[in-house]
């Protein structure tokens, strides 16, 4: 059987964050569906609005089924163009925005740009404050500013620290710093003596010794570093020094950087610290 | 007069990310209200939905206002719960998973974590690589490698090359690199000699000498590299260097970090490698 084919619009004034995080959320729901996507960011003037009008009625024609629209225009006239189309629309103001405006008491603003846009000042300090930190103490770089993380990740290479600290920072505004396990420090079967001031500030990142093996292959192929065992040794050694030394800890072999940084957040009782 | 006070809470199986965009987009269009936040991610049993269930009756009669409350739950038995707190709730698969089901002819798989879960290898690995690279590109680090780039961001010293690669990197899965440009380049007016031969992949970012000189005053009070003077004659020369060469570039200064990916996603044509 072939898979339906089905084209899915998201327009949007400005980014398109907010209609693509919405619609991927709708349509992840759905399996066995082949989707083309297509993104119209700062769709604000009527001649654009016109051309991606005749764009949906094409790709309607194309797949035999009308295009699923996901919407966060807020101009009524662009979407009085775009909503001549021969599609399924799905306007996420519309579906909120009258019960919103009722219990508030009060009109929307009507603005574009406000969910992603430069809001406060405050908050972009705030941001690339902590980008800077990332950055800056990424990998077990400059220790001794320890003291100022919010939260240091730690674990064996190829673990997914780094990753996770700069999604820390970036979306949450979190000080996150990262330390590795090396396997030096096996030897010694004790915390690295850098860590033991801020062992209340350290989180653990771990996955299994076959994922961990998976991922090292695709960056050293065949290599002692990458081998099963190892992987094994690390992973059992790593744990094992979580556990000795209460530091709480996360298994990450199913789950994405937005799961693992969310679980981190919730767990150590963080509060992110910017929106948008 | 004093400001509204509201408690808004954001509850979801998983992350909450996309509770939060679409509270988020909601709640920016309506002005003059003191927001209190309330993340739940990863209300999955029924102790948990009790518990929040009291907190936002708590939290009706502290503000004397209902709370607004954002939800992507999916177990129905966690919602009938949180349904019969005090307040206004905003159900988003509610709202429009049964037009997608009509039109696309099968029923939701109602399984949480697909939207920011972590369902393929490969865009795991893309995402992971586009890190990578990111990291190994920064600041004109590696420039032997920039015919490996998506795109190449260039700019004087704090005209937010590296946020931007991040961000391009971890959210859309870019290889993005970026060079400074630096008062040692103003001397010969011309591309710095690396740049040359990858001319078609650059990107300028610039933004006012005034938002300049407020940026570096953040990191270097009183300096000679922070002082409007300096910044006046960079901002300048670069300006001219990428009419010159005629790179395209973009004026930074009102916009976020969200928007000026997405702008340079559209004007260079990059498709974003992957979502989630």
Redesign the interface.
């Known amino acids: 059987m072939t898979k339906?084919k089905?084209t899915v619009f998201y327009l949007s004034d400005?980014?398109?964050?907010?209609a693509?995080?919405?619609g991927?959320?709708?349509?992840?729901?759905?399996?066995?569906?082949e989707w083309e996507?297509v993104?119209v960011?700062?769709l604000d003037d009527m001649d654009n609005a016109q051309a991606v009008l005749a764009q949906i009625n094409h790709a309607a024609e194309r797949d035999g089924h009308?295009p699923?629209v996901f919407s966060?225009l807020l101009k009524p006239e662009i979407l009085e163009v775009i909503k001549q189309a021969n599609c399924?629309i799905?306007d996420?103001?519309e579906?909120?925005?009258r019960?919103?405006e009722e219990?508030?008491h009060?009109p929307?603003?009507?603005?574009a740009?406000?969910?992603?846009?430069?809001?406060h000042h405050l908050s972009?300090?705030k941001?690339?404050a902590a980008?800077n930190y990332v950055?800056a103490h990424?990998d077990g770089v400059n220790p001794k500013h320890f003291t100022d993380a919010d939260i240091i990740l730690t674990g064996v290479s190829r673990s997914g620290k780094?990753?996770t600290c700069?999604?820390l920072g970036?979306q949450y505004g979190i000080a996150a710093a990262n330390y590795p396990l090396t396997p030096d420090d096996m030897d010694v079967q004790q915390l690295p003596a850098v860590l033991e001031a801020v062992k209340h500030k350290l989180f653990g990142l771990t996955l299994t010794p076959a994922q961990l093996h998976f991922?090292r292959q695709?960056r050293r192929p065949d290599s002692q570093y990458a081998s099963l065992a190892q992987c094994q040794r690390e992973i059992q050694w790593q744990e094992a020094l979580f556990s000795r030394y209460d530091i709480p800890y996360l298994d990450t072999t199913?789950?994405?950087?937005?799961?693992i940084?969310?679980?981190i957040?919730?767990r150590c009782g963080l509060k992110?610290q910017l929106?948008?």
């Open positions: 339906q089905r400005r980014t398109g964050i907010t693509e995080t919405l991927h959320s709708l349509l992840t729901q759905f399996d066995g569906i996507t993104n960011p700062f009308r699923l966060t399924c799905f996420f103001f579906a909120f925005i019960s919103i219990e508030l009060q929307f603003a009507r603005m740009g406000r969910s992603h846009g430069l809001q972009y300090f941001r690339i980008i950055m990424d780094t990753p700069l999604y970036l991922i695709e199913r789950i994405s950087i937005e799961e940084s969310a679980i957040l919730d992110r929106y948008g």
